[in-house]
């Protein structure tokens, strides 16, 4: 028997019978298929807990921004704000719908676009803000709709990794004109994969709802019609459903969210006080004017240290980390970019650790002993 300890995963889903028994209602119901009547019952009770009027199930978190650029009408021509410090679906949302974004760099200390940033960068062309919750925590949300409504804006907030977070009391999902989530496997709450799109203007989601189903109202709208409805394509549309076996999943992991972010936010507070005072490694920052769901714990690695060989020796120890996210304006998929120093810093140095909600405190222990050794290491 290896003397190896085991791996501690970067992060992991929390799942079980409770998950399974759902699935296997669906199976007894006979509809498997997508926006069914548990996409449905997710969906009412997900737009409660993000404090929106509406919610629309997605396969993903991808489909949900690109539908939403698409019924808040952006074209070829158009210009789109987009915090610059996010992994590269958030840019590619715009360019599939045909416009340009245009990155703005961050703030130092909670990585979202900096306002005073994203105010120099509208031009006749801008259209919209589209403002990223870096590792779930939200940006400046108040600033970002002054500056919106000041320039006849709209303001749609990439959510993908905020589930249960909030901005001066107000859920994550509220804080815009639309809001895009993911329920990737290492989001807060998962089916694996998916999303959803939330939104109090019921205009722009039962627009979403036909595009999201190849441009008509899913086969649930005509349940229970006395005639046989033949529905009328009226424009393309795509196959971006939430399938039913999902929305089961969800329903659970919802009811799972409170304890979930307790557990996660027990393991920033232990990463937080083992890292803090370190020379050589920066902690994140959680604002006391909003709630962080702390879908990821991101290290920032002292400029004079290398970041890949910190990594090598923790993973050499079982320890899995990764890069943070991307300095979206450094992929070649966007072509030439201003510079961005702040966004192109933290990318050059940032190190996500492991976290979710099953670490045990014998692992969290073991991740910051990790650390510590790798720092004196290097040092």
């Known amino acids: 028997m290896s003397d190896t300890p085991a791996t501690i995963a970067l992060g992991q889903p929390t799942v079980g019978e409770e998950e399974l028994a759902a699935v296997a209602e669906v199976f007894r119901s006979g509809w498997l298929a997508g926006a069914g009547p548990t996409c449905r019952k997710f969906e009412e009770r997900f737009a409660a807990t993000v404090g929106t009027r509406h919610?629309?199930?997605t396969s993903n978190c991808g489909s949900a921004l690109y539908l939403g650029l698409r019924v808040l009408g952006v074209k070829p021509g158009d210009e789109v704000i987009v915090g610059d410090y996010t992994f590269p679906a958030t840019g590619h949302a715009v360019l599939q719908a045909g416009a340009k974004p245009v990155f703005a760099d961050i703030r130092p200390d909670i990585w979202s676009a900096?306002?005073?940033h994203v105010e120099s960068l509208i031009t006749p062309k801008t259209v919209g803000i589209l403002a990223v919750d870096v590792a779930g925590q939200p940006g400046d949300f108040d600033e970002y709709r002054a500056i919106a409504d000041k320039h006849g804006l709209w303001l749609f907030e990439d959510a993908a990794c905020s589930a249960g977070a909030t901005y001066q009391t107000r859920p994550a999902g509220s804080l815009g004109d639309l809001a895009a989530f993911s329920f990737h496997g290492r989001k807060?709450?998962?089916a694996g994969e998916g999303g959803a799109l939330v939104s109090d203007r019921e205009d722009l989601i039962a627009h979403a709802?036909?595009?999201?189903?190849?441009?008509?109202?899913?086969?649930?709208?005509?349940?229970?019609?006395?005639?046989?409805?033949i529905p009328t394509f009226h424009e393309a549309g795509y196959n971006f459903r939430l399938s039913d076996v999902q929305a089961a999943i969800m329903n659970v992991q919802l009811d799972r969210l409170p304890?979930?972010?307790?557990?996660?936010?027990?393991?920033?507070?232990?990463?937080?006080?083992?890292?803090d005072g370190l020379d050589g490694i920066e902690v994140p920052v959680a604002l006391a004017d909003r709630e962080h769901p702390w879908q990821a714990y991101i290290l920032t690695i002292a400029p004079e240290l290398s970041r890949g060989k910190f990594a090598v020796k923790l993973r050499e120890r079982g320890i899995q980390c990764n890069f943070g996210t991307y300095a979206s304006h450094l992929q070649p998929v966007y072509g030439e970019q201003a510079p961005l120093p702040v966004s192109a810093d933290v990318f050059a140095r940032h190190l996500a650790v492991p976290m979710h909600a099953n670490l045990t405190d014998t692992e969290v222990d073991r991740v910051a002993e990790g650390v510590r050794a790798v720092l004196a290491e290097l040092s």
């Not at 999201?212 to 409805?229: N, V």
């Not at 304890?259 to 890292?275: G, P, W």
Request: proline share 6%.
């Open 55 to 57: 919610a629309l199930t």
């Open 114 to 116: 900096d306002p005073k």
């Open 188 to 190: 807060g709450i998962t």
């Open 209 to 229: 709802r036909k595009l999201h189903t190849y441009g008509i109202e899913p086969a649930i709208a005509r349940e229970g019609s006395d005639e046989l409805p």
């Open 259 to 275: 304890d979930l972010l307790a557990a996660r936010r027990s393991v920033a507070k232990r990463y937080t006080e083992a890292f």
